[in-house]
């Protein structure tokens, strides 16, 4: 949970915000997920809230289709249609929460391990060109030669010149330094290798947050190796209230918001297997009217976290890991931690401090958080009937390989519809449909009862 504030990090950057924006998103965040931890646990009549030990966080599923949004309409434009598609997405997820446990039969281990499989493997891509740099950008691996751009300059404004064709511009050619920069690839090793000695010789409570030191220990130093400013950081103030609707009115697509319900669907179905783990951890039975309450704050979350400039919540899984490690039990420890995340996002210092993170520190992060998303899906696909089934293999090669197509060839729907491009150019929704389908088509739609779920969520401790 300690990267999930790296979501505002990812799309802010993609979006092209400045500073000041990004770090706006960074204390939404915090704010609007102290705000739906509280109405999780401690409950809001009896229509909201699970009233079990449960933190929320902005869910990894949703990250690629933001991304190829944000990609696809840089700035406030963007955003606002990320906003509206999460806006939309809340409200369905709210009406369709009394329903979910009637999909749970189209969702059995071997389409959510898929599924939470894909969405780690897409993710690595991520925290990769964290610590080396970004395939577009200021690191680049190349970048335009100055004299090849003054040129063309120079023929722009020539009066004879026939107009240039729209789009025309100087390839990059020249080999980039800032690419790959040794220093940042150092900063990248020293927090994995923080993460690993922490988690190999930490105990309890140290080893819980492992990921954090890491974060810690890299910013610190990049500080010392004059990477990391604090300049903004002093400049921001000490409060300011969030308010909604920071980047505007919300725009409102169809696609988008079809897309982003999809991505709500699939963690609703790992939030039932985690709700109904973590009543038995607290000998609670969690019956059908609770379930529906804690999955209709998952889409109230994402509701208030469309208005307020931020992004989809839900409940994650690590709070399974999380009561059995720590043995707390008692739902207020939850709103006590959300009470503190409120106070944290309205402190603007605070968002300025992790936007002033070096990109470097949160790649060796982003590598074994991601990394370890993908370990989940492996761990659940380790309880599916490969031998006795043959089917389900082909299910997660076909899926799997359905998920890797935007990666390794983004402009695969150069020629179908720009209308539905945001909704085929997540890999995760395209493994999502594929493992669904295939399922359906060879395994049909079988019951699965409580038990197995309660096993996925504990197989599955890593989360969304």
């Not at 009896?46 to 030990?53: D, M, S, T, V």
């Not at 990394?371 to 989940?376: F, P, Q, S």
């Amino acid at each position: 949970m300690p990267l999930a504030r790296a979501v505002p990090l990812i799309i802010g950057r993609v979006l092209k915000l400045d500073h000041e924006q990004v770090a706006f998103l960074i204390s939404a965040d915090l704010f609007v997920c102290g705000v739906v931890t509280i109405i999780q646990s401690l409950g809001a009549s009896r229509w909201f809230g699970i009233r079990l030990p449960v933190m929320m966080g902005v869910t990894f599923a949703s990250v690629g289709p933001m991304v190829s949004i944000a990609i696809a309409n840089p700035g406030t434009e963007g955003a606002r249609m990320i906003f509206g598609a999460i806006i939309g997405a809340g409200i369905i997820g709210m009406l369709i929460a009394p329903f979910v446990a009637r999909m749970l039969r189209f969702f059995p281990p071997v389409v959510t391990g898929t599924i939470i499989l894909v969405i780690g493997v897409t993710l690595m891509r991520i925290g990769i060109n964290w610590i080396f740099g970004l395939p577009v950008g200021p690191t680049a691996p190349k970048i335009v030669n100055p004299e090849h751009a003054a040129w063309l300059d120079a023929v722009r404004a020539l009066p004879e010149v026939p107009e240039l064709p729209q789009g025309l511009a100087v390839a990059p050619t020249l080999p980039n330094d800032l690419y790959a920069a040794p220093a940042n690839i150092a900063i990248s090793a020293i927090v994995l290798l923080t993460i690993t000695l922490v988690m190999k010789f930490a105990r309890g409570f140290f080893a819980n947050i492992s990921v954090l030191i890491g974060i810690i220990v890299g910013g610190v130093v990049a500080a010392a190796l004059g990477i990391m400013h604090f300049d903004k950081v002093a400049n921001a103030g000490w409060f300011e209230m969030i308010t909604p609707f920071r980047f505007g009115v919300p725009i409102f697509d169809p696609i988008m918001i079809l897309t982003m319900t999809l991505v709500m669907i699939v963690v609703m179905i790992e939030s039932t297997g985690m709700f109904l783990a973590l009543g038995e951890m607290c000998g609670r039975k969690i019956e059908r009217p609770s379930l529906a309450a804690g999955l209709r704050t998952d889409g109230l979350g994402t509701l208030i976290g469309g208005i307020f400039n931020t992004f989809p919540y839900t409940s994650f899984s690590q709070n399974v890991g999380l009561v059995g490690v720590t043995g707390i039990r008692s739902r207020y420890v939850c709103v006590t931690g959300g009470a503190i995340m409120i106070a944290l996002g309205l402190v603007p210092k605070m968002g300025a401090l992790v936007e002033a993170l070096p990109v470097a520190v949160l790649g060796g992060a982003g590598l074994v958080m991601f990394g370890m998303v993908a370990a989940t899906g492996v761990r659940i696909l380790g309880a599916v009937d490969f031998k006795l089934n043959r089917h389900n293999g082909f299910i997660v090669a076909v899926s799997l390989g359905m998920g890797m197509i935007p990666l390794i060839a983004p402009d695969f729907k150069m020629h179908m519809p720009h209308a539905i491009h945001p909704l085929i150019d997540s890999g995760i929704l395209l493994a999502s449909i594929s493992a669904v389908v295939l399922n359906l088509v060879f395994n049909g739609a079988s019951d699965v009862d409580e038990a197995q779920l309660r096993e996925a969520a504990m197989q599955a401790e890593g989360g969304h």
